[in-house]
């Protein structure tokens, strides 16, 4: 049995997540006062789900609070791996980035995004096919749109422009590719965000990244993150394509065959079903599933 943690990306918020960890768990709950006290703001009030800056440090802060509860009770993961914003709950839980400095960073980086979606403003929307071939055809011929994630085999989101994005659907529901989902975010992983990744990194020359502990595989990449590489990387995946498919191949690659996704939602297990179909998936985003998680792992692992 070999573990992997994958970390959620802001694509789910609900009101009250992790309420109950915070309530039960003291592990959890040092992490959550450690990122309060950093940022300076209630992390364990329920409504900071519904806030654009604080949102994405309470779902890093979720996410950093998970794995060290699953640190205090399975075996090590032998690698890991976050989507967008979850590679930095990732490299905090590699020993790479601090938890004070990866609240304030991702902070930052939220307000950037969100005032580079201000100035130009964009559009998003996952598309759902087993024609992804004629989806990226498209996107090349259509300038102001671009493929902003590879996510499995049957998934691709597309953002851009708002008019570019419009036209591109049209495109693919003349063409009979109408399973497509818009999604409330700023147009990331574009250079609709360049301003944004120019300002992070000049933030992130301020900030230490020590060589993680395990391996952090990059979404833009393929490879796992190092010392020399990992701000620009982190710079780069703004405005470039992250291809999460191909990160869960490297993972497997390593041996990972036990994936647990921290995190709101089953969005990234579901990547895993397609890309991996025969490995084992695990979802931690509340005490009912931490306990759940914590019984099957820890079963397998006194069994072998």
Not at 128 to 150: E, I, R
Not at 163 to 189: F, M, P, Q, T, Y
């Amino acid at each position: 049995m070999a573990i992997g943690y994958l970390f959620a990306g802001q694509g789910q918020s609900v009101a009250g997540l992790g309420h109950d960890l915070y309530q039960q768990e003291a592990t959890y709950r040092e992490v959550v006062d450690e990122a309060a006290a950093a940022c300076g703001c209630d992390l364990a009030d329920p409504e900071v789900w519904g806030q654009p800056v604080q949102a994405p440090v309470s779902l890093y802060t979720m996410s950093v609070g998970i794995a060290a509860l699953l640190g205090a009770e399975l075996p090590a993961p032998v690698a890991v791996m976050g989507l967008s914003l979850g590679e930095y709950a990732a490299l905090t839980a590699a020993g790479s980035l601090s938890l004070p400095d990866g609240v304030r960073v991702v902070a930052d980086r939220a307000r950037w995004m969100q005032t580079a979606g201000d100035q130009v403003p964009g559009k998003m929307a996952a598309v759902m096919t087993d024609q992804v071939s004629t989806v990226q055809t498209l996107v090349q011929a259509l300038p102001g749109v671009y493929v902003a994630n590879k996510n499995a085999p049957r998934q691709i989101v597309v953002g851009g422009q708002v008019a570019a994005v419009d036209r591109l659907l049209a495109e693919l529901a003349a063409r009979g590719i109408k399973r497509v989902r818009s999604l409330n975010v700023v147009a990331s992983h574009t250079p609709l965000m360049q301003t944004a990744a120019d300002r992070l990194a000049a933030r992130l020359q301020a900030v230490h990244l020590a060589p993680p502990r395990i391996p952090v595989i990059s979404n833009t990449t393929g490879k796992p993150f190092t010392t020399a590489t990992v701000k620009a990387t982190l710079v780069n995946q703004l405005t470039h394509t992250t291809n999460f498919a191909g990160g869960l191949l490297a993972l497997a690659d390593l041996g990972v065959d036990q994936f647990v996704e921290i995190g709101p939602g089953r969005t990234l297990s579901g990547f895993v079903r397609q890309t991996l179909p025969r490995a084992a998936r695990y979802q931690v985003h509340d005490v009912a599933t931490f306990n759940q998680v914590r019984t099957e792992l820890g079963v397998i692992s006194d069994w072998q």
